[in-house]
């Protein structure tokens, strides 16, 4: 009997079975891959990889003509998956503790049996961390050609001349531009008014202006209707504003968001609750089935690595541990990896009372000025206390910047505790220190008091 058997072996999973093997708890992990789910195989690090050599061929073309073997490119992103698979193979796992089997089908029969290709295996709790699939669209065609996703993309022996991107979104965006960097043409499809619907806008048409000027073709309120393939040509039959249009390219990749793995796992026959946004998990992340738990993607609401791990974490000291926690995202940070970088934490004031928005761009960073066209946008909202609530933070590395705020936040440290601290020059940070001293300034103006004797 395992005190854990957990379904996919993603962020999520491998979360949970080293949570519980920390523990002391005898833990199986199953996949019907190996270990590493999305994140490993054909996203985060294999995007992150291709994104790394397209920000080094951009840097370059700015001062010589640059030749790009993609043949070459794509082996080392390849390299970089294979690196990041030979800390979590199932040899690894073992060493520590842990037992993975794949199987090719994966069914729980009973709240505590977990049947992998017909061998019966028995578990006191067990923890679904399936993850996601890219949404197809039923567009008219296209099942007939060859299209990519997130899947197949990073297993090309070679870069196309030119690909057509459905979906403006984290994936779409983040592809299209190291792409176009490493010499494809690009088209973003797009059936909302603006790519990154859910971000600041006045940010996203910044990110925008940058990208058209780097070359990547926007087109937004733009509906795909078909899609032929030709020997080499995919032509995507689309509408803007009503107008028909064709835009032709050698490959189409389909980015328009995902769709949960919840088929075949017996939960129809449990009585296990899910809707097509994934499984149903209370605060604790347990479905209806009291020692049955959901995390990762295919429980959201949050569809990233981080998240997932936040909750595998959770999950396992909620089954094991006597004080439950509630799941808080209060403190969530995320970042998009274009150039520059797109990051957030942290949700607005729910009453948007008595908060203040402290924005910083260009001019005041020193750095940005060291390097001609670098872009530093940063909105930081405050409640009247001057604890951290929202972020928004365009510029290089913003992924980076954002996280003192994240401890400092998490922390409950007040953005004029900022103020004393000495940042190094010249460093994107150092507008932490001028952020600080700007909410120091403020917070004793605000101040009663002090306002009395000031008069
Ligand atoms: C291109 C791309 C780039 C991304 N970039 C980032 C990023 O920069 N930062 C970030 O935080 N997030 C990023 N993400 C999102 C991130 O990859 C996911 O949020 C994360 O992988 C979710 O982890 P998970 O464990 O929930 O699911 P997954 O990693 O998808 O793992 C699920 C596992 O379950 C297995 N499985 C599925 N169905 C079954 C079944 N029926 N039986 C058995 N096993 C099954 C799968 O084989 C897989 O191994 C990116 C995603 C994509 C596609
Ligand atoms: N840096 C990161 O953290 C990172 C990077 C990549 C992916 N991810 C994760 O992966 C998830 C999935 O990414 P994604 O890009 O597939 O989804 P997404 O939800 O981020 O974006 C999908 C986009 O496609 C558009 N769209 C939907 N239907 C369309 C249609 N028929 N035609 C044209 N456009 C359409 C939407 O308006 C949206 O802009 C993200 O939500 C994110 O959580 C994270």
């Not at 494809?184 to 619907?197: A, C, D, G, K």
């Not at 791990?309 to 509630?326: D, E, H, S, T, W």
């Not at 020193?366 to 930081?380: A, Q, S």
Request: aromatic share 6%.
């Amino acid at each position: 009997m395992y005190d854990l058997i957990i379904i996919g072996a993603g962020a999520g999973g491998l979360t949970c079975a080293y949570t519980a093997n920390g523990l002391g708890k005898k833990v199986l992990l199953v996949d019907k891959g190996l270990p590493g789910g999305t994140c490993t195989w054909s996203g985060c690090m294999p995007s992150k990889a291709l994104i790394n050599i397209g920000k080094d061929v951009h840097a370059a073309k700015k001062y010589s003509s640059v030749e790009i073997d993609t043949a070459k490119v794509m082996k080392d992103v390849r390299d970089a998956i294979e690196e990041v698979y030979s800390h979590e193979s199932p040899e690894i796992l073992a060493k520590d503790g842990i037992t993975f089997k794949k199987g090719e089908q994966i069914k729980i029969i009973d709240p505590k049996i977990v049947l992998v290709d017909e061998v019966e295996y028995h578990g006191k709790n067990i923890v679904i961390s399936t993850g996601t699939s890219p949404f197809i669209p039923p567009l008219e065609g296209l099942d007939k050609i060859d299209y990519l996703t997130n899947q197949n993309l990073f297993q090309l022996e070679k870069l196309p001349k030119s690909m057509i991107i459905l979906g403006g979104g984290a994936i779409g965006v983040e592809m299209a531009q190291c792409l176009n960097r490493l010499g494809t043409t690009v088209h973003i499809m797009e059936r909302s008014s603006r790519i990154f619907i859910r971000e600041s806008e006045e940010l996203v048409n910044i990110l925008s202006e940058t990208l058209i000027k780097e070359g990547v073709n926007i087109h937004v309120n733009t509906n795909a209707v078909s899609v032929t393939q030709d020997d080499e040509i995919i032509s995507l039959n689309v509408e803007t504003g009503g107008e028909p249009r064709t835009i032709e390219a050698e490959a189409l990749l389909v980015s328009i968001g995902r769709v949960p793995n919840v088929e075949n796992l017996g939960l129809d026959e449990l009585g296990l609750k899910y809707n097509k946004k994934g499984i149903q998990v209370d605060d604790y992340l347990r479905t209806n089935i009291h020692n049955i738990y959901g995390v990762g993607d295919v429980a959201g609401p949050y569809q990233f690595s981080h998240t997932a791990n936040y909750q595998g974490i959770l999950a396992v000291k909620n089954m094991f541990l006597p004080l439950k926690k509630k799941v808080d995202y209060s403190n969530i940070s995320w970042c998009t990896f274009t150039s520059p970088e797109l990051a957030s934490r942290g949700l607005p004031d729910p009453e948007g009372k008595e908060t203040k928005i402290y924005s910083y761009g260009r001019s005041d960073s020193d750095r940005t000025m060291t390097k001609k066209g670098d872009i530093f946008e940063m909105r930081v909202e405050t409640n009247h206390k001057k604890e951290i609530l929202e972020v928004k933070i365009l510029a290089e590395r913003a992924g980076e910047m954002i996280s003192s705020l994240q401890i400092a936040a998490a922390n409950h440290l007040t953005l004029d505790k900022l103020s004393p601290v000495i940042f190094p020059h010249p460093s994107y940070s150092e507008i932490l220190g001028k952020l600080g001293k700007k909410a120091y300034v403020d917070k004793l103006l605000e101040n009663p008091f002090i306002n009395i004797f000031a008069k």
